[in-house]
T-cell receptor
Framework: DGGITQSPKYLFRKEGQNVTLSCEQNLNHDAMYWYRQDPGQGLRLIYYSQIVNDFQKGDIAEGYSVSREKKESFPLTVTSAQKNPTAFYLC??????????????FGPGTRLTVL | AQKVTQAQTEISVVEKEDVTLDCVYETRDTTYYLFWYKQPPSGELVFLIRRNSFDEQNEISGRYSWNFQKSTSSFNFTITASQVVDSAVYFCALLGYSSASKIIFGSGTRLSIRP
C-alpha cells in the first residue's frame, strides 16, 4: 500500500538527549515536510524539502535538523538545543511544491515526550 | 503576509444537525490554493479538498459541501446531517503561489457530534 510511515508512534526522551524521528514515503513524492503540533493548536512548519539533497527552514527550525539523502526518507532530529520538544510531530509529502497536485498527505505522527 | 483564521475554536451539535465551519483567509497572491483537512482522535491529518483561486464553484461530496467566496475571502465547510464519526478537529489551510511549499494552517475547529 502507498503511504507515509512514521516511527515510532510514541517516543520518550530524557532531557539533554538528541532523538531522531523517522519518516518514509513510497508515494514517489518529491516534496516532504515536518510539522509540530502542540495541544489545541494548529500545525507549525519545521523544515521542508522540495527535492533530494535540498531542504529549507520553516517557521520554527531552531533546535531541529533534517537530512534528505533519499527521495523516500526525511528524518528529523530533535536536538538538545530545542527548549520545549514535547509535542506531536507530523510528517507530510506532496507530489511537488506547487501546481495542480500540491495537496499534502500526512503520516500518522510521532508523539514525543521529554521526561 | 498570509493568514488563515478559524474563529470557531469548538463546536458541539447533536447528531443529524447541519454544521458549518468557517474559514477566512488573507493573501496578496492572485494564485493560491485552499485546503480542508480532518484530524480524527488518532492524530493523522486526512486531506478533504483542494480549491484553487480561479475556481469559485461550490463543491459537494456526499454530506460535505464547501462554499468558496473570493469577495469575502472565505472558504466555509458544511456537514449536512452530521454523524458521530464526523467528530474531529478540522483545519483550513492556504498555499499562496509565492510561498513555494509553505502551507499556512488555521488553528483548527474542534467539532463534537453528540449522539
Amino acid at each position: 500500500d502507498g503511504g507515509i510511515t512514521q516511527s515510532p508512534k510514541y517516543l520518550f526522551r530524557k532531557e539533554g538527549q538528541n532523538v531522531t524521528l523517522s519518516c518514509e514515503q513510497n508515494l514517489n513524492h518529491d516534496a516532504m515536510y515536518w510539522y509540530r503540533q502542540d495541544p489545541g493548536q494548529g500545525l507549525r512548519l519545521i523544515y521542508y524539502s522540495q527535492i533530494v539533497n535540498d531542504f529549507q527552514k520553516g517557521d520554527i527550525a531552531e533546535g531541529y535538523s533534517v537530512s534528505r539523502e533519499k527521495k523516500e526518507s526525511f528524518p528529523l532530529t530533535v536536538t538538545s538545543a530545542q527548549k520545549n520538544p514535547t509535542a506531536f510531530y507530523l510528517c507530510a509529502s506532496s507530489i511537488g511544491p506547487s501546481g495542480a497536485d500540491n495537496e499534502q498527505f500526512f503520516g500518522p505522527g510521532t508523539r514525543l515526550t521529554v521526561l | 503576509a498570509q493568514k488563515v483564521t478559524q474563529a470557531q475554536t469548538e463546536i458541539s451539535v447533536v447528531e443529524k444537525e447541519d454544521v458549518t465551519l468557517d474559514c477566512v483567509y488573507e493573501t496578496r497572491d492572485t494564485t493560491y490554493y485552499l485546503f480542508w483537512y480532518k484530524q480524527p482522535p488518532s492524530g493523522e491529518l486526512v486531506f478533504l479538498i483542494r480549491r484553487n483561486s480561479f475556481d469559485e464553484q461550490n463543491e459537494i461530496s456526499g454530506r460535505y459541501s464547501w462554499n468558496f467566496q473570493k469577495s469575502t475571502s472565505s472558504f466555509n465547510f458544511t456537514i449536512t446531517a452530521s454523524q458521530v464519526v464526523d467528530s474531529a478537529v478540522y483545519f483550513c489551510a492556504l498555499l499562496g503561489y509565492s510561498s513555494a511549499s509553505k502551507i499556512i494552517f488555521g488553528s483548527g475547529t474542534r467539532l463534537s457530534i453528540r449522539p
